[in-house]
């Protein structure tokens, strides 16, 4: 029997090893994203969902103060489980929590049809970010 993957909520100060461990697998390794655009202020000040299994990070995301949910990343091998969904679950719970009714986030094309599962719809066009293409999504949480 596997064993279950948990997803809690934390912040940079308490899990940042973990944290740069999957968004450095998938974002700069993967997906060749340069390591100055992927660490930013952001990671200070938001919540950050981390998912692990036997205490091994394979899943993170964040929430920002302003609503933004951003750098979503399941690591390879891990993908395919529910993770990216508990994880996006989660952070729409703590948007809800804090007030946030209208979150949103920018999603790499290729990822929309996930977002849309979850009631992101798409608002504007697509755009360039870290040299990969992006539209804009926005949630209305009720």
């Not at 940079?12 to 973990?18: E, K, L, N, V, Y």
């Not at 697998?25 to 993967?30: L, S």
């Not at 608002?123 to 926005?138: L, N, Q, S, T």
Request: net charge neutral; glycine share 10%.
């Amino acid at each position: 029997m596997d064993a279950p993957i948990e997803c809690v909520l934390t912040t940079w100060g308490t899990d940042r090893p973990a944290l740069q461990k999957v968004r450095r697998a998938v974002f700069i390794v993967e997906q060749r994203v340069p390591e100055s655009e992927e660490w930013d202020g952001d990671d200070l000040v938001s919540v950050h969902a981390l998912a692990t299994l036997n205490r091994e990070p394979v899943g993170t995301g964040r929430l920002n103060p302003a609503g933004k949910i951003g750098r979503i990343a399941v690591v390879a091998g891990m993908r395919g489980r529910g993770i990216g969904a508990t994880i996006v679950r989660r952070l729409l719970e703590e948007a809800y929590h804090r007030g946030l009714r209208e979150p949103y986030l920018h999603a790499q094309l290729q990822a929309v049809p996930f977002y849309r599962k979850f009631g992101f719809r798409s608002e504007g066009e697509v755009f360039d970010e870290a040299g990969i293409p992006h539209v804009r999504m926005k949630h209305a949480l009720e």
